[in-house]
Structures are given as C-alpha cells and as structure tokens.
C-alpha cells in the first residue's frame, strides 16, 4: 500500500466461486485480498434489482476500498484492471436509486468524483457502462456535479456522444448528460455543452439530431444574464449558431411535423429572440434573395402550414 492509502502492487485474482455469504465474508475481511477477493464476487452474486442484495454488499464494503482502487499507481494494466473492478462495484450500487442517498453520505464520496473524471478520459474504457451508471448518480448532486462540471465531464460527454456507435450507449451518455446541463449555475459548462450539442446537431443525419435538439432548446431558454451574453457573444455569427442553423434546415427539408415541428420552431424563435434576423438571414445571403430551399423561407413557409393544420 502506498501514499494516501492507493494500491501499488496488483493482487491476483481468486478464484470466482462462492455465494452471497462467502462474497460478504470477504469484504468484511482484514486484507485487501480478502477485499479485492470479495469484490470480484459481487456482479457474480449481487443483482441490482433486488435491494435487499445491493444494500447487504454496500453495508459491508462501504466506498473506501473502491476509492483506494481508483486511486491506485502503477502499470498501466494493473491500474485499469483495480479501475475495472471498482466500476463494476460502483455500478451494481448506483443502478439501485434506493441506494444513492447512502453513497452520497459515504465521506469517501467527493473524493471518488474527480476519478470518475479521470476514468471518462479513456473512451474505451472496459467499465464504461458501469462508469457511466456511477455518474448518473454522482451527477444528481448538486456538489458532485459541481466538480463534474469544473473537469469539464459534460464536454467529455458530448465528445463521446459524436463518436460512440452505440445505440444505447449514446442514450446513456445524453442521460448523464441531462444531469449536468444547468446554465443558471454553470454558464461557462453549458456554453460548452451547447456548441458541442451544435456541432452534433448540425452535422449528424442519424438520431443523434433529433436527440440534441430538445437538450439545445433547454440551453437556449436560460434568461440567466451571464449565460445569455455567451450566447450573443461578440455580435458575430459563431460556427455553433451557424450550425444550428444548418440543422434546422435540415429537419425542415425532411418536412419533419408534431412535436419535432414545435421544437423546430421554439429553436428557431429562441435564436431569433438572442441574435435577431442576422442569424436567419446572414449577409452572404442577402444577395440571392433567399432562393427556394433556405432556412428563412422553409421556416415561414411551414409556419404558415401549421397554422393551417391548426
């Protein structure tokens, strides 16, 4: 054991048998073999929708050790192995809600979070199912998800979110996401998130347009001053807001109606109420009278069809 309790030096790994009792016995043992032993047992034996089990496993390990572990130095094999373990425990805890208050009063709680951090870096982590069920938890704290928010997690996810070929990954990632999108508390955090959503949402064909354009409409809704004034910014279209732009035109080609419609609309006139008609109808345009097929009169033209319908 090393400095502020990490593992230095890998344990090798027991043999997988046993049931609930021996994986209990084991977590409450004096070494950290009996520990790490017990803890390779628990997605074996512990099922997270039963409570009873989950709270049994949580009530004898605690967090320390599995801060420990992700706390852990050395070859990089042996660190994400102790990584791996650890977020396999963490995820049979916090895929049980009922247990979230308990984790939270836990003092090893914030010390775990920054690693959480740490561990989204590598996106191909092993763990990263159970990573990503931690910080669903982690997030729905208000001080956790300050610190979540200051290593910039909710960038780190957007960036996840434009290269992951994984359907329910991708679901996942906008999940933990949702949590830590909060522009009154976190304008520079959101700011960020939102260009990334505008990047994803202006050049994705597939779903993951249709998904980031409610997540900008929340964003775009802040009346939070400070956050409103990243919005504007320095008078001159950005690329994000270009982007915006670009994908709303695309789902009005696509002739998309209900509620992809409405939120067509509440995009367009949240952007319209923060740049104004520059950002419809930029000067480079101007000059082509707003040919058949461009945003402003693609926008007009099916608001006019909707109030029709209506």
């Not at 997988?16 to 032993?37: I, N, P, T, W, Y």
């Not at 990632?173 to 830590?180: E, P, T, Y």
Request: hydrophobic letters at 40%; aromatic letters at 6%; one cysteine or more.
């Amino acid at each position: 054991i090393c400095m502020h309790g990490a593992l230095s030096t890998p344990m090798a790994a027991p043999p997988l048998h046993g049931g609930m009792e021996e994986c209990v016995r084991l977590l409450q043992g004096g070494s950290d073999e009996e520990k790490f032993a017990g803890l390779m047992l628990v997605p074996k034996v512990a099922q997270s929708d039963k409570l009873e089990d989950v709270r049994r496993i949580y009530n004898a390990l605690g967090l320390t050790f599995i801060c420990r572990l992700l706390l852990s130095q050395g070859d990089e094999d042996t660190v994400l192995l102790y990584q791996c373990v650890a977020l396999q425990v963490l995820g049979v805890f916090c895929a049980a809600q009922e247990v979230w208050p308990d984790l939270r009063q836990d003092k090893q709680f914030m010390k775990i979070t920054p690693h959480l951090s740490r561990c989204l870096n590598n996106s191909t982590h092993p763990a990263m199912e159970s990573l990503l069920t931690a910080l669903l938890c982690w997030s729905s704290f208000e001080d956790s998800r300050e610190i979540l928010c200051d290593k910039d997690v909710p960038v780190r996810l957007t960036e996840l979110i434009k290269t992951s070929q994984d359907k329910e990954g991708k679901e996942r990632l906008f999940a933990v996401l949702d949590h830590l999108m909060d522009p009154s508390r976190f304008p520079q955090s959101a700011m960020k998130v939102l260009k990334g959503l505008s990047d994803i949402f202006g050049h994705n064909m597939g779903m993951e347009k249709i998904d980031a354009l409610p997540r900008i409409n929340v964003l775009l809704s802040c009346s939070e001053p400070q956050f409103c004034s990243l919005l504007v910014g320095d008078g001159q279209i950005q690329p994000w807001q270009e982007n915006i732009r670009e994908g709303l035109l695309e789902l009005l080609r696509n002739r998309l109606g209900g509620v992809y419609r409405s939120s067509i609309f509440m995009a367009a006139l949240h952007m319209f109420g923060q740049l104004g008609e520059r950002w419809a109808f930029p000067k480079e345009l101007e000059r082509d009278g707003a040919p058949d097929g461009k945003f402003l009169q693609l926008l007009l033209g099916f608001a006019k069809l909707d109030l029709r319908e209506r």
